[in-house]
């Protein structure tokens, strides 16, 4: 058994970048940046006003009131005008381009009207409401470096910047298979005697959309050796990555591992963690093949574990991992202490900190409970139980919503 550490090391360092491509800007998301992002002009472009008010000279209003002569209107998008002289102002939208001469706004809150004059109730500071050019981005500056993962919001600071065909590391396409004579479609309508649902597949492909992978769904594969070799001769051919699920224990059915070896190489096979023990690595030619086990929680937490951080290495992701936190627990855990113990936990905030409880049976075919939970707690090599109020790390897989309608309402 390979330590986790150990595992997810060779995977890593066995997996080359993928090559970039420049992609719409829709495209882009979830995608990660080849080259650093740099600001070929400033954000904003021009010194504009962040209030409608009146531009002023800031030396004019030191001791309001002060009446000043409204000598312009400048709406947003219109173009510079000025100059704003001693004793005058300019009435100014939000957005618009500051007039030259003045040097701060005044909101239109603190004025008031006089025929073609205004009042002005409150001082300003020089640069009060003003938003400078470059304030936000500086031309010629990083804006992002390369393998930053493009969020909504990295997409709006591009899209202000004009880049509207970064360049990111390709799509990573993954072909998806699940094994067994027992597994049969979700969309069966009725099982027969020994028959589950698959389950993997659809928990697969939903995770790799989530990365920002292209899933290439091969179906199901009956334990035939013979189906099963040319299933995945051909995956290996048309995509990136290979994930199967099933076929890598000990049965006599198992046949991922032993197809593998025969049509490429096996680069490990077991890691001392729980669940997702009889984990499988190796390369069909080039492709690298994740052998998952078949129990779907196994699937998910090695997915989590080596096939999310490989693939968003792939696509050029500088951080792989999910965040990491401490908390304490809000029950004793029993642990086997030779393996790294991944435990589906809810979590709840507490005035010290996040207290952690596991969800459902910790059993590896029980996935309702990783759909209950929040995030994983992880029980290092060595430790094996942890009492009520000990502190665990634990690995965040979502960041669940808050507040209902209800909270909202209720104030
Ligand atoms: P295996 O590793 O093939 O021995 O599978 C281990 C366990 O996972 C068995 O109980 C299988 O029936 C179950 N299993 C395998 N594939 C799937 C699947 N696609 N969906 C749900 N359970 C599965
Ligand atoms: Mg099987």
Same mark, same amino acid.
């Given at each position: 058994?390979?330590?986790?550490?150990?595992?997810?090391?060779?995977?890593?360092?066995?997996?080359?970048?993928? &090559?970039?491509?420049?992609?719409?800007?829709?495209?882009?998301?979830?995608?990660?940046?080849?080259?650093?992002?740099?600001?070929?002009?400033?954000?904003?472009?021009?010194?504009?006003? =962040?209030?409608?008010?009146?531009?002023?000279?800031?030396?004019?209003?030191?001791?309001?009131?002060?009446?000043?002569?409204?000598?312009?209107?400048?709406?947003?998008?219109?173009?510079?005008?000025?100059?704003?002289?001693?004793?005058?102002?300019?009435?100014?939208?939000?957005?618009?381009?500051?007039?030259?001469?003045?040097?701060? #706004?005044?909101? !239109?809150?603190?004025?008031?009207?006089?025929?073609?004059? #205004?009042?002005?109730?409150?001082?300003?500071?020089?640069?009060?409401?003003?938003?400078?050019?470059?304030?936000?981005?500086?031309?010629?500056?990083?804006?992002?470096?390369?393998?930053?993962?493009?969020?909504?919001?990295?997409?709006?600071?591009?899209?202000?910047?004009?880049?509207?065909?970064?360049?990111?590391?390709?799509?990573?396409?993954?072909?998806?298979?699940?094994?067994?004579?027992?597994?049969?479609?979700?969309?069966?309508?009725?099982?027969r005697a020994g028959a589950?649902?698959?389950?993997?597949?659809?928990?697969?492909?939903?995770?790799?959309?989530e990365l920002g992978a292209?899933?290439?769904?091969?179906?199901?594969?009956?334990?035939?050796?013979?189906?099963?070799?040319? +299933?995945?001769?051909?995956?290996?051919?048309?995509?990136?990555?290979?994930?199967?699920?099933?076929?890598?224990?000990?049965?006599?059915?198992?046949?991922?591992?032993? #197809?593998?070896?025969?049509?490429?190489?096996?680069?490990?096979?077991?890691?001392?963690?729980?669940?997702?023990?009889?984990?499988?690595?190796?390369?069909?030619?080039?492709?690298?093949?994740?052998?998952?086990?078949?129990?779907?929680?196994?699937?998910?937490?090695?997915?989590?574990?080596?096939?999310?951080?490989?693939?968003?290495?792939?696509?050029?992701?500088?951080?792989?991992? *999910?965040? *990491?936190?401490?908390?304490?627990?809000?029950?004793?855990?029993?642990?086997?202490?030779?393996?790294?113990?991944?435990?589906?936990?809810?979590?709840?905030?507490?005035?010290?900190?996040?207290? +952690?409880?596991?969800?459902?049976?910790?059993?590896?075919?029980?996935?309702? =409970?990783?759909?209950?939970?929040?995030?994983?707690?992880?029980? &290092? !090599?060595?430790? =094996?139980?942890?009492?009520?109020?000990?502190?665990?790390e634990v690995e965040w897989?979502?960041?669940?919503?808050?507040?209902?309608?209800?909270? #909202?309402?209720? =104030?």
């Amino acid at each position: 058994m390979k330590p986790l550490a150990e595992a997810q090391r060779a995977v890593l360092t066995a997996m080359e970048p993928l &090559p970039a491509e420049a992609v719409d800007l829709e495209a882009a998301l979830g995608l990660v940046l080849a080259a650093d992002v740099v600001a070929p002009h400033d954000v904003p472009p021009f010194a504009n006003s =962040g209030m409608d008010g009146f531009a002023v000279r800031a030396a004019d209003v030191a001791t309001p009131p002060v009446t000043l002569a409204v000598v312009g209107d400048i709406a947003a998008g219109s173009i510079p005008v000025g100059p704003v002289g001693p004793g005058e102002a300019i009435r100014i939208m939000t957005g618009a381009p500051m007039p030259a001469g003045a040097d701060a #706004v005044v909101m !239109v809150e603190d004025t008031e009207a006089a025929g073609s004059s #205004v009042r002005i109730l409150a001082p300003a500071q020089v640069g009060d409401h003003l938003r400078p050019a470059g304030g936000d981005v500086r031309a010629g500056t990083t804006v992002f470096p390369a393998g930053e993962r493009l969020t909504p919001f990295h997409l709006g600071v591009l899209a202000s910047l004009g880049i509207v065909h970064p360049v990111v590391g390709r799509r990573a396409t993954v072909a998806i298979l699940s094994t067994g004579d027992e597994v049969v479609p979700p969309e069966t309508a009725s099982l027969r005697a020994g028959a589950i649902r698959d389950a993997n597949r659809p928990l697969l492909a939903a995770a790799l959309r989530e990365l920002g992978a292209t899933v290439v769904d091969l179906g199901i594969v009956p334990d035939d050796p013979r189906l099963l070799r040319s +299933v995945l001769g051909e995956a290996a051919t048309s995509a990136d990555a290979v994930l199967t699920s099933g076929g890598v224990s000990m049965g006599e059915h198992d046949l991922v591992k032993r #197809v593998l070896s025969d049509l490429g190489s096996i680069e490990f096979w077991k890691v001392a963690m729980q669940p997702a023990k009889p984990f499988a690595f190796g390369f069909l030619g080039t492709t690298p093949l994740f052998g998952l086990p078949g129990n779907p929680v196994s699937v998910a937490v090695a997915f989590e574990q080596f096939v999310r951080p490989a693939l968003l290495h792939r696509m050029g992701a500088r951080r792989l991992f *999910r965040p *990491r936190s401490t908390a304490t627990l809000g029950e004793a855990v029993v642990t086997n202490p030779e393996k790294t113990v991944f435990l589906r936990v809810v979590a709840r905030a507490e005035s010290g900190g996040w207290v +952690v409880t596991p969800v459902g049976r910790q059993a590896s075919n029980v996935l309702s =409970g990783m759909a209950a939970a929040d995030a994983l707690a992880v029980v &290092p !090599v060595g430790v =094996g139980d942890l009492p009520l109020g000990g502190s665990v790390e634990v690995e965040w897989f979502r960041s669940p919503e808050t507040r209902t309608m209800e909270e #909202v309402l209720g =104030g």
